[in-house]
């Protein structure tokens, strides 16, 4: 049976693709931001395990993982968990850049480094959910762009660096999606939120699933997801 490591189960994209795996029995080690949400999602999936550490501060994971127990087997690291925090350059401050770099690129990095030995091991998956904002940056999105397109750029190294190791890697870079994350993009921009127009969470659950589930002879790299002629 598999063996998922999960960030940003709580919610949205993440929380979908922990019930999928979750309702097929395989094994969920749910990452949450402290003790609290841990006991949250240990409620919402049980047999679950949960692994606590705020991914706003990754030099302080390692300290924390070191006094936690990790899973011996990781199948797969799922990078889910994200933050926005929309502003022109022309407003957006250095604490607003940093806490959007450091969710959405150095702790994952941080993450991939202290699962590695385990995924090398598996010949395991590591699976970055992105954005469309990591392939094109418009206006307003600079910071968050640039974390996702600093994604993209560890996710295309970390697979030329770990083939040799039998680790295969997916960036999956979804379009608007109803989630909580979605609802306050559209209240940064001014805009009536109808979760009815976007890709449902479900949806890219299923192509991050695609990926996992690829025969291990072949490799989804990157998987675009955009909503459907129906949903806009
Ligand atoms: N929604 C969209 O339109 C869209 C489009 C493209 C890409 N994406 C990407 O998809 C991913 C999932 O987004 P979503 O829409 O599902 O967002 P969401 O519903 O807001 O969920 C975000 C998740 O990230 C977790 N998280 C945030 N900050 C954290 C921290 N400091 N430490 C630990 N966990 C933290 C949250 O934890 P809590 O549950 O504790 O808050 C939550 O579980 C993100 O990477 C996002 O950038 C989303």
């Known amino acids: 049976?598999?063996?998922?490591?999960?960030?940003?189960?709580?919610?949205?994209?993440?929380?979908?693709?922990?019930?999928?795996?979750?309702?097929?029995?395989?094994?969920?080690?749910?990452?949450?931001?402290?003790?609290?949400?841990?006991?949250?999602?240990?409620?919402?999936?049980?047999?679950?395990?949960?692994?606590?550490?705020?991914?706003?501060?990754?030099?302080?994971?390692?300290?924390?993982?070191?006094?936690?127990?990790?899973?011996?087997?990781?199948?797969?690291?799922?990078?889910?968990?994200?933050?926005?925090?929309?502003?022109?350059?022309?407003?957006?401050?250095?604490?607003?850049?940093?806490?959007?770099?450091?969710?959405?690129?150095?702790?994952?990095?941080?993450?991939?480094?202290?699962?590695?030995?385990?995924?090398?091991?598996?010949?395991g998956h590591v699976v970055f959910v992105n954005s469309g904002a990591g392939l094109a940056a418009h206006a307003g999105w600079s910071a968050y762009a640039a974390s996702k397109h600093g994604l993209k750029a560890l996710a295309d190294s970390l697979r030329a660096e770990e083939h040799g190791h039998g680790v295969r890697v997916t960036s999956v870079y979804p379009g608007r999606t109803a989630s909580p994350m979605q609802a306050k993009v559209h209240q940064q921009e001014g805009k009536e939120y109808d979760p009815a127009r976007w890709i449902a969470p479900e949806s890219v659950a299923t192509a991050v699933l695609t990926a996992l589930d690829l025969p291990t002879d072949a490799e989804i790299n990157d998987l675009t997801v955009r909503p459907g002629p129906f949903s806009g």
Request: glycine share 10%; hydrophobic share 45%; charged share 20%.
């Open 1 to 123: 049976m598999a063996t998922h490591v999960i960030t940003g189960a709580g919610s949205g994209i993440g929380a979908a693709v922990a019930r999928r795996l979750h309702a097929r029995g395989d094994e969920l080690v749910l990452h949450a931001r402290d003790a609290g949400r841990a006991k949250e999602l240990a409620a919402g999936f049980p047999g679950a395990r949960t692994l606590v550490g705020d991914l706003a501060d990754p030099d302080k994971l390692s300290w924390a993982f070191s006094h936690q127990t990790l899973p011996d087997r990781v199948d797969s690291l799922l990078h889910i968990a994200g933050v926005v925090d929309l502003g022109e350059v022309g407003e957006l401050t250095p604490k607003s850049w940093r806490h959007q770099l450091n969710v959405n690129l150095i702790a994952p990095a941080e993450l991939t480094r202290h699962f590695l030995p385990q995924l090398r091991a598996a010949r």
